[in-house]
């Protein structure tokens, strides 16, 4: 297992690229599915959930290739073809891997009119139950069978449409719900439906594909379905968690960046959060400049739903909270276990104490290094965040978890000036 080893306090200084969304990739992917022709997504990044859903879609009989971009270049082009569908069952061996394996399902019932997919199962932030995409599916017109560890779904004679109000917002059961809705032979009705700009990235590329969808970008999307879909090239957004972390790296170290191709409009409330605390932030033509202002001060934050502040930027500003004048409360509320960063900073000298989804940050003047251990993904960044800011050395151990979400990471922050290296543990 690899290890990253950071020599912190070098203020950050240049230009980072951003990749492609993880998270809009994730969901772009399974839209291949739904035609017998060729979906070529472009500016995919380079990560090992991407190569696993890869894997998924080749299980399922359908043919990915990737075009010759150099390995130098950041992000890749991947057309995805599933002119036969195989096999419809999501194996437990990748499922496991990943849990966004689990958006095969709307796409393979809406197609094939059946899918099985075995259960992805809770993880290390959460319970992160199922139900509401099995709700969803059944307003459309599936049937559900949950087996012992597994679901089976089937519309025989293909999904009817129909009208679905999520009891609470869910990105997963948004996305499963549009897939299967754009293939069904009525209309559907999705309301309190996520908003968060993957989704709206998922509706643009279903609707060059030829979908019906209204309300993209609101929590009411109403979809007619249409009887095929067709082939389309799309471009995938830029990766707001990621410019976002970049953002808290720049803070942190008393920097300054520039986030080329970072989207400001997906980012409103982590930016009103960084200039809150203090950090600069400006539109550029390229992307976004990040500047660290005097002195950090103490903010409240709480995550929630898009436009709400995402809770996959909680852990990162966090991080860049234990360094701020004066105290902070950070308050999750869409996940039950996201704290787990929390041990692991305060080894490195930060004050944070956990109250129930709260938790309380008195700024100190410094972190030191030390050797900490990545639970997540998002946690995981926190730590690196800490690591550069902190005095000494931090060794990051379970990089594999970076590895899922961040496109080069050491390569991105070295060219700004962070001493940070790989180490392979053997
Ligand atoms: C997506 O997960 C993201 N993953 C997560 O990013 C992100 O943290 C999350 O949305 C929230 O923004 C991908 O896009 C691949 P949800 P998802 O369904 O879709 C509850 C990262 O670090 N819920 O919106 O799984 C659930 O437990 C990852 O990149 C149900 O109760 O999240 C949670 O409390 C981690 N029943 C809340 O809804 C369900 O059927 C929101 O989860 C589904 C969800």
């Known amino acids: 297992m690899d290890k990253i080893v950071i020599r912190g306090g070098k203020p950050l200084s240049g230009r980072i690229p951003i990749s492609g ?18 979906l070529t997504l472009r500016n995919l990044p380079r990560l090992a959930d991407i190569d696993t859903f890869g894997h998924l879609l080749n299980n399922h009989g359908v043919s990915t290739t990737i075009e010759g971009t150099s390995p130098d270049e950041f992000g890749r082009v991947m057309t995805i073809r599933a002119n036969r569908i ?29 899918a099985t997919v075995w259960l992805p199962g809770g993880d290390a932030i959460g319970g992160r139950p199922i139900d509401l995409h099995l709700e969803a599916l059944k307003a459309l017109g599936a049937s559900i069978d ?15 449409g129909g009208r679905y109000r999520f009891p609470m917002v869910s990105v997963g059961a948004t996305e499963n719900a549009v897939m299967a809705a754009v293939l069904a032979r009525g209309a559907s009705c999705l309301e309190n439906a996520a908003r968060e700009p993957e989704i709206i990235d998922l509706c643009k590329c279903l609707v060059a594909m030829g979908a019906r969808i209204d309300g993209v970008g609101t929590d009411t999307l109403r979809i007619e379905g249409v009887r095929d879909l067709h082939g389309a090239t799309y471009t995938v957004m830029p990766d707001r968690i990621e410019a976002g972390s970049y953002a808290c790296a720049a803070a942190i170290t008393g920097g300054k960046v520039e986030l080329v191709g970072a989207e400001a409009a997906d980012l409103g409330a982590t930016i009103a959060a960084l200039r809150a605390a203090g950090v600069e932030v400006t539109a550029t033509p390229e992307g976004l400049a990040v500047a660290s202002g005097d002195a950090l001060s103490g903010i409240d934050l709480e995550t929630a739903p898009y436009p709400g502040l995402a809770t996959d930027m909680q852990a990162q500003l966090m991080a860049m909270l234990t360094l701020a004048k004066g105290s902070s409360r950070v308050t999750e509320t869409i996940f039950e276990n996201r704290f787990r960063h929390v041990p692991e900073l305060v080894r490195m000298g930060a004050d944070i104490t956990v109250s129930g989804r709260s938790v309380l940050v008195n700024g100190v003047a410094a972190l030191r290094g030390a050797s900490v251990v990545a639970t997540d993904l998002r946690a995981s960044m926190s730590l690196v965040l800490a690591g550069l800011a902190a005095s000494g050395e931090t060794t990051v151990s379970r990089v594999y978890h970076l590895d899922r979400g961040y496109e080069r990471l050491e390569e991105k922050l070295s060219a700004v000036g962070a001493d940070i290296e790989r180490h392979s543990d053997d």
């Open 21 to 38: 969304a993880k998270n809009a990739a994730l969901t772009l992917m399974p839209c291949a599915l739904l035609t017998d022709e060729p």
């Open 86 to 114: 195989t096999s419809t069952v999501a194996p437990f061996d990748i499922v496991r891997k990943i849990r966004a394996s689990f958006l095969v399902l709307g796409p393979l019932l809406a197609r094939a009119g059946e």
């Open 146 to 160: 949950v087996a012992a560890g597994y679901i089976k779904a089937t519309a025989k004679g293909g999904l009817g």
